[in-house]
């Protein structure tokens, strides 16, 4: 997809990439740009997309790498889970993002739409770290994402989960619908540690210990 935006005869160009533009990506910057902690192991993309469950999008101008995307599918390829989403270093806070996400939002292979974790800013430990957490809330939902009822205890850590429709989705989507989505999309990818590692819940049980949808 061509974009239309750039400098001068230069044109953003967004693309799905193959298993050896991926392996390129994670290579030179999934590895710098998030901590060991948070990065799955290549292998495990590998396998998922050789199966049609990972996608991979990179925006390019004159083939060079801006932003990059990873997605989860589900088996039915309806929904999508926000795996990877930045935009390199040195191009940051110049909008880059922004037009990469509405991009990605027409053309990213989920019939319905894509989850998108967000740590909570409800549960951060400085104010620093609050701040950080609702710029990147403000980010995703002044780029067309929504507030869902689901949140996500995983790995210890209290995630938000947003929602981006596509532009092929139905206006309106049920709540319960997407609870069921990502529950069934957590437990695929964790398998047996899901329910000590990853607990999904409700917002409206918010007040009270996590409950499993």
């Not at 050789?50 to 390019?60: E, N, S, T, V």
């Amino acid at each position: 997809m061509k974009n239309g935006k750039g400098n001068g005869d230069c044109v953003n160009v967004l693309k799905k990439v193959g298993l050896d533009e991926l392996r390129i990506i994670y290579k030179e910057h999934i590895r710098e740009d998030f901590p060991r902690g948070e990065r799955r192991p290549l292998f495990g993309m590998e396998k998922l997309q050789k199966a049609g469950r990972y996608d991979c999008y990179g925006y390019y101008q004159e083939n060079s790498l801006e932003a990059y995307a990873c997605y989860i599918l589900t088996p039915n390829g309806s929904y999508a889970l926000l795996d990877y989403f930045a935009v390199v270093p040195e191009l940051r806070g110049n909008g880059i993002g922004s037009e990469f996400l509405r991009g990605l939002k027409r053309d990213v292979s989920a019939k319905c739409g894509v989850f998108i974790e967000a740590e909570s800013p409800d549960s951060a430990k400085t104010e620093e770290e609050r701040q950080t957490r609702e710029r990147r809330i403000r980010f995703y939902l002044s780029n067309g994402a929504e507030r869902t009822n689901s949140k996500c205890l995983l790995f210890g850590v209290d995630y938000n989960i947003l929602f981006l429709p596509t532009d092929d989705a139905a206006n309106e989507q049920e709540n319960k619908i997407q609870h069921h989505a990502v529950e069934e999309l957590y437990r695929e990818l964790y398998g047996r540690v899901y329910g000590k590692l990853c607990r999904p819940y409700c917002e409206r049980n918010a007040d009270h210990a996590p409950v499993r949808m």
